[in-house]
């Protein structure tokens, strides 16, 4: 590890426009440090700044960016209104990771890309212009969707996919003032600087992340990995759906471990909306996702994976049985 | 290249505070323990918060003392496998495991117990895992013990045997588990 030097904040105040690396609980950042992918001179120690409040935010809830992953988990409020997030949540980690992660800091977390990891490996990532060689190399677990000739990386968490299926907003304060941004936008798309990975700039805190009122409608998050727990998703399909009548009245629909964000399409959503549940507009809402996906070589298996997951998720959802079709 | 500067933490460790001079913030929770206080009960298996060995329980919580820097724990409760039971005291998931024969080389051994012990506290508090069923009212089957010590691993694979001394120890009620 390099040496850096180390000071806890007191107060958001201290955190904000600070020099340096934010650490809370770590467990991706220090991981990283050890391995000398990440380098800080500096690191400011916001475990003690407060903002670790779980509030009613008019009929929806604010949590604050220091609440643990595992009591935003376990909370009340959480498990009866917006059980998608418990589970994306309990679907991640370990319980000893989930004691210590946060919830500004697994927005923060970063990319599982074994080449990102690995110093002698060019990586745009890691040390922009020296290429990728994920290109062309082990990338079973890497994008499908949103990727560039830059950077394939995928966005590995699952908290994230569930927050941009529920349309929550992360709330930003730096030296401008304080900006609301969604969550299904926080994560950048590479292009051409994949060094960066979120829309924050030097300086700036995250303060917490708003849930809006519940929608009542049925939530799913479904998980595809190589083992049963403790693994990151291959696919992973957070949904939450209104069946009124026998017909689609509202559908949000994200996916996980496929692309550098959370990915969400709008277009697809509306494709669903008026319809009855059944296999057929299931498929067609994940061919319209699916459209544009490109494999690499060894993640080629993710676009089927994918349709087949977000049908199952839809299918589940809403109590539809889809066995004999796709 | 940052100048490194001394730090002075406390943390309360096994109910004594010991007070320690770090000269450098590069020294982990874990490091710390085995190195500085020579509470080599705490494993290190993986250093990289993958394995369990680690595993600590800090403020009432577990965690991976190997993905925590010493200095964050400035003035923080510590138990560690060694504050848990003593011999001729076990601590009734000491004994379980005995009983169990829920080890093998027993190098995951320490883990393994600090974290089922702080995850039957979390499953007492009501806390659910994404096994189960009904998120609002969780019960603690033998596949909800697999699922929430899945961040230990044993690679003797004695886990047939570790989820049988978590039951016998989940099945007692907390009053009488003394």
Redesign the interface.
Known sequence: ??????A?AATPADAIGAAGRL?AG??NL??LM?LEVETP???L?V?HIGLDEIAPDGDGLRVGALVRN?DL??D?RV??DW?LL??AL??G?????R??ATTGGNLMQRTRCPYFYDLAAACNKRDPGTGCDALAGKNRNHAILGASDRCIATYPGDMAVALTALDAVVEIEGAGGTRRVPVGDFRRLPGDTPERDTVLEPGDLIRAVTLPAPTGGRQVYRKVRDR???AFALVSVAVDVTVTGGSITRAALALGGIAPRPWRDPAAEALLVGRSPDAAGFAAAADAILQGARGWGENDFKIPLARRTIIAALAEATGTDVRTAA | MPAPSDHSITLTVNGTAETLTLPDPRVSLLDALRQRLKLTGTKKGCDHGQCGACTVIVNGRRINSCLSLAVMHDGDQITTIEGLGAPGALAPMQAAFLHHDGFQCGYCTPGQIMSATAMLDEARAGWPSVVSGDLTAPSLSDDEIRERMSGNLCRCAAYPNIVAAIREVADTAPEDAA
């Open positions: 590890m390099r040496a850096f030097t180390y806890r650490i770590g467990t220090l991981d050890k001179d500096r690191l120690d475990n595992a988990a376990a009340d498990r009866r059980p418990s589970r309990l679907a980690a370990s319980g000893q990771i004691n210590r049963r727990s403790y």
